[in-house]
């Protein structure tokens, strides 16, 4: 199938909807509520559920899952024109039931859950009558899995976890968590660990405590220091089979990678938006800010950028609907993972500097956006190991050459070319 970046027409008036909703309604809720995540709020229940309502009723809730999970399937390329709409507001994720960790959680759960744990946790997840949280991360190191230290072992009807888990976000609301642990030391690498569910009142976990963002109050949105002290759970809460660990957490990672990079082609042109609105508005000797050449010089440059990215994200999704498979695409998703980071924080940062002292201040949102971009290089795994996976796979493609000359070496070309056409010469 080819495709021209426009979408039909139906889908369009969708987006058109989701465009206005965003701004006039869902936007103003990051101004008088505490977290998105907080579902034992009675306020956030009150101003979140009527906007997840309309959301339902117009069958855009939960887009990024297909038919059998109640969502619309509509795949990939069209999933990246709504959520960079959705990009420009922590709470869109949540309005429209595609909020992070949950829908990880959720296909983690959709794929390798009994249908007892389905019953109980997804139907709810799903629904977001309660959210999740993810814990694999230990404090003594996050980006190598094959680190993780702490253990399960069998005792009976149970399994007893031991151990520490670090940055779990939405800890501090989650109803439960999916966790991996090692249940076979000896065996390889890739089939040491498995994966759990957790549920919040297990006996033997402890929040040892809420951890945030720098810069944010001590409220709201926690990435939690836990502690697992002989905490048990019954046999029946491993997710997959015994070593399936690493095949369970790769199902949340594929999806997740690239919807985070679709939002944050949204939330990198509000940044771009606001940066034009300033140039326009700000006088300065002789005209405004718009008029000065080093200023246009950072418009023009956040917008080739931008579109940069937001081609490469497309053109991934695209890869994605066509290979129905995120291990054929799995270079192009640390392509975009590994761009992602730099150019928010390059957009933002310009943003910034036309907005002078307004712009450090804590009346504008950049700081935020700003932090965003470094979470954005750690969190599913940081830049260098996608940069590494991205550039092992291209040169696993390329066949060595002679060790002196390059095959485009000049003169030996063209001592190959006088060779072959010697009788016409
Ligand atoms: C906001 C936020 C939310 C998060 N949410 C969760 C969550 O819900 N659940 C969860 O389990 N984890 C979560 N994490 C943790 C995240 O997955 C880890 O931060 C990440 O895997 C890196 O691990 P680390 O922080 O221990 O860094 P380390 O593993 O200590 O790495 C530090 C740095 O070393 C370098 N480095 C590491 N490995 C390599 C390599 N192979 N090659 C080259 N350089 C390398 C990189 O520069 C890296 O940034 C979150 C993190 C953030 C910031």
Redesign the pocket.
Known sequence: MAWDFETDADFQQHLDWVDRFVREEVEPLEHVLVSPYAVQDPLRNRLIRPLQAQVKARGLWACHLGPALGGPGYGQVKLGLLNEILGRSAYAPTVFGCQA?DTGNAEILAHYGTPGQKRRWLEPLLANEIVS?????EPH????PTLIRTTARREGGEWVLDGQ??????SNYAAFFITVAVTDPDARPHRRLSAFIVPADAPGLRHVRDVH?AGRKPQGHA?GYLAFEALRVPVDHMLGGQGDAFLVAQTRLGGGRIHHAMRTIGEARKALDMMCERAVSRPSRRGTLADKQLVQAMVADSWIQLEQFRLLVLRTAWLIDKHDDYKKVRKDISAVKAAMPKVLHDIVSRAIQVHGSLGVSNEMPFFDQLLASY?M?????????HQ?TLAKELLAQVRPGDEMFPSQHLPTLARKAQERFREAL
């Not at 190191?141 to 190598?144: F, I, R, V, W």
């Not at 888990?165 to 939405?170: L, V």
């Not at 290089?377 to 190991?385: F, I, K, M, N, Y």
């Open positions: 960790p949280s993810f814990a694999m991360t190191g996050g980006a190598d888990k670090w940055f779990a976000s939405s963002l990435h979470v290089g750690l969190a599913d795994g940081p830049t260098e190991v590494i």
